[in-house]
T-cell receptor
Framework: EAGVAQSPRYKIIEKRQSVAFWCNPI?????LYWYQQILGQGPKLLIQ????????DSQLPKDRFSAERLKGVDSTLKIQPAKLEDSAVYLC????????????FGQGTRLTVV | SQQGEEDPQALSIQEGENATMNCSYK?????LQWYRQNSGRGLVHLIL?????REKHSGRLRVTLDTSKKSSSLLITASRAADTASYFC?????????FGKGTMLLVSP
């Protein structure tokens, strides 16, 4: 079974530029998460989808971040415009079933904003 | 906001010793999970304990849960250098999964 795929692995952009990250969850997993992990901290949930509906986006900075999950499969997270404090690893995870079960994580995208 | 708080923030031990990490949380949970993260990589699920369970084992891992104290502990027995990583507890409420700040474990040969 293929794992969660994320791309790109690394990205360096200048502040005020835009960037997009892509995630392909494990086949059949209804729940998809995007987390932001700043160096030395734990992952912070940005947005959670159940199929293609949003379950929780309370910590998503909606003035600059957006995310979508088309057809309840792949997902894209966008930042526009980027700020220096957005430098972090962006992790995508997916899980199956009802309730909150084991989450499977991708390798993440390391974003550096200069 | 982050729900769980791990303690200690960092732990350094020798191979063969046991490592214990603690997690405290604030609100009621459906289950509590522990994850490991090696440097520069994604998180890997280790173990899940439900709110009606008190203890669970998986290989060299033992997890306890005390819902009255809103706390959990992860014990790694007979540690190996390969156990060097960051360990996170994650609390599962009704609809989402919230992570703590983690414990960095260093196991020296």
């Amino acid at each position: 079974e293929a794992g969660v795929a994320q791309s790109p692995r690394y990205k360096i952009i200048e502040k005020r530029q835009s960037v997009a990250f892509w995630c392909n969850p494990i086949s059949g997993h209804a729940t998809l998460y995007w987390y932001q992990q700043i160096l030395g901290q734990g992952p912070k949930l940005l947005i959670q989808f159940q199929n293609n509906g949003v379950v929780d986006d309370s910590q998503l900075p909606k003035d600059r971040f957006s995310a979508e999950r088309l057809k309840g499969v792949d997902s894209t997270l966008k930042i526009q415009p980027a700020k220096l404090e957005d430098s972090a690893v962006y992790l995508c995870a997916s899980s199956s079933g009802t309730g909150i079960t084991e989450a499977f994580f991708g390798q993440g995208t390391r974003l550096t904003v200069v | 906001s982050q729900q769980g708080e791990e303690d200690p923030q960092a732990l350094s031990i020798q191979e063969g010793e046991n490592a214990t990490m603690n997690c405290s949380y604030k609100t009621s949970i459906n289950n509590l999970q522990w994850y490991r993260q090696n440097s520069g990589r994604g998180l890997v699920h280790l173990i899940l304990i439900r709110s009606n369970e008190r203890e669970k084992h998986s290989g060299r891992l033992r997890v306890t849960l005390d819902t009255s104290k809103k706390s959990s502990s992860l014990l790694i027995t007979a540690s190996r250098a390969a156990d060097t990583a960051s360990y996170f507890c994650a609390t599962a409420g009704y609809s989402t999964l919230t992570f703590g700040k983690g414990t960095m474990l260093l196991v020296s040969p």
